[in-house]
């Protein structure tokens, strides 16, 4: 494992992700990779878990007393980390075409792919336990149908193409991992045989595939076609998770001031404190969650109902959804 690189910003870093499950620290697709980024780049980090709002486009993040970095901006938590020189790993390569590119095929095809698997390409068990598990069932049924709309339209899927994005969407699958596989060879790494954010990008989806996704999954027989991957995906496993879970206790308890909600992990008893407005505001703001994904849950079943009734007149006969 390599020191921390020099001219990083030594903080002591807070991530947040959504919660442990299926053997995993996090079993979010998006969340995973920068949990190994860190592991890889030897930073020590405490690990938080964001039970309240799963449907956060902010999650995972990064947080220090002086510095935050969110998913959905500078695109992703890693970059945020490179681009503001706080952990690097990507100094030497980060400008090469063919690493660049890679990087690209993960994040696209990739990451296109796990997607269907989570949401259109599965009865969805996966994504409830990854997500919603711990939501009242009602909640949780209804942003995971919304999830699906979503993911419908992001992957640009109707009922008129469906057959022919999912063969695309695996064919590209297969093209990307056999290209992976090429790549690897018999290396601990990607690259130069060092670890970059290409190793924790693509560990994290390979991870999420083997242990969250059913036996059954399309998408988990292609990567089993690359017996190079799959070793390289458990030793590191083996060498970041599995020790980690092993050396240390639940997930720290030391609460980042930012955030959009409650955390899984109680803190230890300390003296009373008076709380800031910006614990105040979180606190107000995950106390009206459940009443604001409550009138969620009745708008979209309105919408659903509305949806249905004008289908019913039409000509075609048609029923459900039209994705396009």
Known sequence: ????????????????????????????????PVYIYLKLANVPFDLCYNLTFPDSDQIPYVDSDTYVAYNNEKGGVIESLKEDNIVNLDSDVQDLPEWVSTIAMINSWLSDAMLYELWVGSDGSSAHKIYYSDLPWPIGKVLYLKQVYTVKQLLGISKDNAERREEEIYRRAT???????????????????????????????????????????????????QPNLVIYADKHKAQLLDVASSSSSDPSSSIPRRGPSN??????????????????????????????????????LSLLGGSDDTEADDADGDEGFDYE
Request: some cysteine; glycine content about 4%.
């Open 1 to 32: 494992m390599e020191e921390p690189i020099e001219g990083e910003h030594q903080q002591h870093l807070t991530l947040v992700t959504r919660k442990s499950c299926f053997g995993l620290p996090t079993a979010c697709p998006s969340c995973l």
């Open 263 to 300: 955390w899984s992990s109680k803190p230890k008893s300390q003296p009373k404190r008076e709380r800031t407005q910006e614990e105040k505001f979180f606190r107000r703001k995950a106390k009206y969650f459940l009443i604001t994904q409550m009138v969620a849950v009745l708008v979209f």
């Open 175 to 225: 093209i990307a991992y056999k290209a992976l596989s090429t790549r690897l060879g018999e290396d601990s790494f990607f690259s130069d045989n060092r670890p970059t954010s290409l190793d924790a990008i693509f560990l994290g989806h390979a991870l999420v595939t083997l242990y969250a996704l059913p036996e059954t999954s399309v998408l988990r027989g292609k990567l089993l076609e």
